[in-house]
């Protein structure tokens, strides 16, 4: 008689046998998906998660370190070339409330510039490989945004698509010298440390303190520690790096992402 398939499982360096009853299938989570979060939080792996005691992120004023970033040096001038249909891009489909836009953006299979740029030198340039929409900043530190914008990633205040590159307003009086781009949100540096956000919020991504669908212009992140120095973006999650050398991570934890060794979401505040 043929023996019954079984599969190792290890845990808290012990082994266990456990019975193989069908192909594991993964869950497909997209933050897309209507998510309910109390339901998530109160679901028993196979591992109860303690609590992690972990305290909010607040640091005195009088011992913060006062810090100036500086710009890249690199000079230059934007040229894009591949998909433009911004809506289509990473889709089956156009949505339906996109419609409208279905055929509009063509591929480019040659370097183009932007007319809107001819005078605009170009320090960085920043997207995602999740990400349908872009960012340059110049050499002043003003970022620009362009693509789709169906959770405000662009950070204009509406979620209008944008074909070509445009400042974002509410960033002007800002110095950006680094950014990051998830798959609907947005995070910019500014040289004094401070952090902004912009687009889908709904697995708290931004780190605003908040849950909400989107945010469609700046806001500072919900965060009162030292002076931060480096942004990065996963697709529904976001990390920041503080001048001591300090790792802090918000958003979607599905599969341990944000390394804080359990599955709770925590989208209310910023811990370490």
């Given at each position: ?9 290890s845990?808290?360096g ?21 998510f ?9 792996p196979?591992?109860p998660?303690?609590k992690?005691?972990?305290q ?14 500086e ?18 891009i990473?889709?089956?489909e ?17 370097p ?12 960085c340039?920043?997207s ?9 900043m110049?050499?002043?530190?003003k ?57 889908e ?13 989107a ?6 992140i919900?965060?009162?520690g ?14 920041v790096v503080?001048?001591?050398?300090n790792?802090y991570?918000?958003?979607?934890p599905?599969?341990?992402q ?5 599955h ?6 910023l811990?370490?």
């Amino acid at each position: 008689m043929p023996r019954k398939k079984v599969t190792d499982v290890s845990g808290n360096g012990g082994m266990k046998r456990k019975r193989a009853t069908g192909k594991r299938k993964d869950r497909d989570f997209s933050s897309d998906d209507e998510f309910d979060f109390e339901q998530e939080n109160n679901k028993k792996p196979g591992k109860p998660a303690a609590k992690s005691g972990l305290q909010p992120v607040t640091v005195a004023d009088d011992v913060k370190e006062k810090i100036k970033l500086e710009l890249p040096k690199v000079r230059g001038q934007l040229l894009i070339f591949g998909a433009t249909n911004w809506d289509l891009i990473g889709r089956k489909e156009v949505p339906k409330q996109q419609a409208a836009f279905r055929n509009l953006g063509q591929n480019l299979w040659g370097p183009h510039r932007y007319g809107c740029l001819n005078d605009v030198q170009v320090s960085c340039v920043v997207s995602g490989p999740c990400a349908a929409h872009s960012l340059i900043m110049t050499t002043e530190g003003k970022l620009w945004s362009w693509g789709r914008n169906d959770k405000g990633q662009l950070g204009h205040g509406d979620t209008k698509r944008l074909e070509a590159p445009k400042l974002i307003e509410g960033l002007a009086d800002q110095v950006i010298v680094s950014a990051a781009c998830g798959r609907n949100h947005t995070m910019a540096l500014t040289e004094d440390g401070t952090v902004y956000s912009f687009g889908e919020n709904k697995l708290g991504q931004l780190g605003q303190g908040s849950q909400t669908d989107a945010v469609l212009s700046p806001a500072p992140i919900s965060y009162n520690g030292q002076p931060l120095v480096k942004v990065a973006c996963g697709a529904e999650f976001s990390m920041v790096v503080d001048c001591k050398g300090n790792l802090y991570s918000f958003g979607c934890p599905e599969y341990g992402q944000l390394g804080k060794n359990h599955h709770i979401y925590q989208h209310l505040q910023l811990y370490v």
